[in-house]
């Protein structure tokens, strides 16, 4: 079965400093997608960077970044220089066989200033 | 990516009555997604809607409470039947990119309270 995992419900990170929040997955087809959704408390989910696992360097999309582990089934974002509109919470995503998408827990970020 | 727009953006219900929440996508799409999330809770998908045929639904979601329509590429509603305090939840609709990365873009999603 596929598994998504998000084991930090809460993140505090101080304004301008990087944060880093976990996503561990499972799966045991070879071909996947991992994603990242950030969801504000309008509760639109905005996508914000990819990562598929035959790519050999880590994705980054502005200031954020997906730090790929594929040995360890690991794919964490990175946000450098956090701002106060990043608080919101934090969905990881994998896509497997047949488009289907598995959303883990997510992370709620706080911002302070 | 597409553009989606979901209304309505919140409701209030009583329970016992019918919503019928509209997806509408600014391209023709394969694929639409409808997602549940429940308070405090990640998102559930309920079934994929493709044009020209049945929707098919996820375990634990049947289409006497949740029937879809998609009766062309760029448009696809959700009703929620029979409303219980239960379901109160966002809904989402979303749709899958046509691009190798499959990327899935959501509408802003439909608040729904049922009292």
């Known amino acids: 079965a596929q598994k998504i995992t998000q084991t930090q419900p809460g993140m505090f990170v101080q304004e301008k400093e990087a944060v880093t929040l976990d996503c561990t997955y499972d799966t045991s087809d070879p071909s996947y997608g991992l994603f990242w959704y950030k969801q504000p408390s309008s509760g639109e989910m905005i996508f914000l960077i990819y990562?598929?696992?035959?790519?050999?360097q880590n994705a980054t999309e502005g200031r954020y970044s997906l730090n790929f582990q594929k040995a360890r089934k690991s794919a964490n974002l990175v946000i450098s220089a956090s701002q106060l509109g990043d608080s919101a919470m934090y969905f990881c995503a994998m896509r497997y066989t047949g488009n289907q998408f598995y959303f883990g827990t997510g992370t709620s970020l706080t911002v302070i200033p | 990516s597409a553009v989606i727009s979901q209304k309505p953006s919140r409701d209030i219900c009583q329970r016992g009555t019918s919503l019928t929440i509209q997806c509408q996508v600014d391209s023709q799409v394969t694929m639409m997604f409808w997602y549940r999330q429940q308070p405090g809770q990640s998102l559930t998908l309920i079934a994929t809607?493709?044009?020209?045929?049945?929707?098919?639904?996820e375990s634990g979601f049947v289409i006497d409470k949740f029937p879809i329509s998609r009766p062309n590429l760029t448009f696809s509603t959700l009703t929620v039947s029979n409303m219980s305090p239960e379901d109160s939840s966002i809904y989402l609709c979303s749709v899958g990119d046509r691009g190798l990365q499959n990327i899935q873009y959501f509408g802003a999603g439909t608040r729904l309270s049922v009292l």
């Open positions: 990562q598929g696992s035959y790519d050999q």
């Open positions: 809607a493709n044009q020209g045929s049945e929707a098919t639904y």
